[in-house]
């Protein structure tokens, strides 16, 4: 419940986390549905060579982002390496 969560936090247009879904024909999909339940959904996102996302909204306005494989990924997996200084690495190899 928010109102035991100490400073309120305000997370409106944040994604705490992602999904990933196939393709762009997916997130059609998942857009459609997300309308026709009365949602609100932003439009597909551009992320070039990464491929395409699409942020639905719960009703407090969090984003749950829907991620697509981009070009050169066909197993869709994406990991990331955070380091000590610099921005994180990110790879689509699985590593376990």
Same mark, same amino acid.
């Given at each position: 419940?928010? &109102?035991? %969560?100490? *400073?309120?936090?305000?997370? &409106? ?9 196939? =393709? ?5 999909? %998942?857009? !459609?549905?997300? !309308? /026709? ?5 932003? =439009?597909?996102? /551009? #992320? *070039?060579? /990464?491929?395409? +996302?699409?942020?639905?909204? =719960?009703?407090?306005? !969090?984003?749950? #982002?829907?991620? +697509? &494989?981009?070009?050169?990924?066909? !197993?869709?997996? %994406?990991? %990331?390496?955070?380091?000590?200084? *610099?921005?994180?690495?990110?790879? /689509?190899?699985?590593?376990?």
């Amino acid at each position: 419940m928010r &109102s035991r %969560v100490p *400073g309120q936090p305000k997370l &409106s247009g944040f994604d705490l986390f992602s999904l990933g879904v196939q =393709d762009r024909a997916e997130l059609e999909a %998942v857009r !459609t549905r997300a !309308t /026709d339940l009365g949602g609100r959904v932003s =439009d597909l996102i /551009d #992320r *070039g060579a /990464d491929g395409p +996302a699409l942020d639905v909204f =719960d009703p407090d306005g !969090t984003a749950i #982002r829907f991620l +697509a &494989s981009g070009a050169g990924n066909e !197993t869709g997996f %994406v990991g %990331v390496e955070f380091q000590r200084s *610099g921005p994180p690495i990110f790879y /689509d190899e699985r590593r376990l």
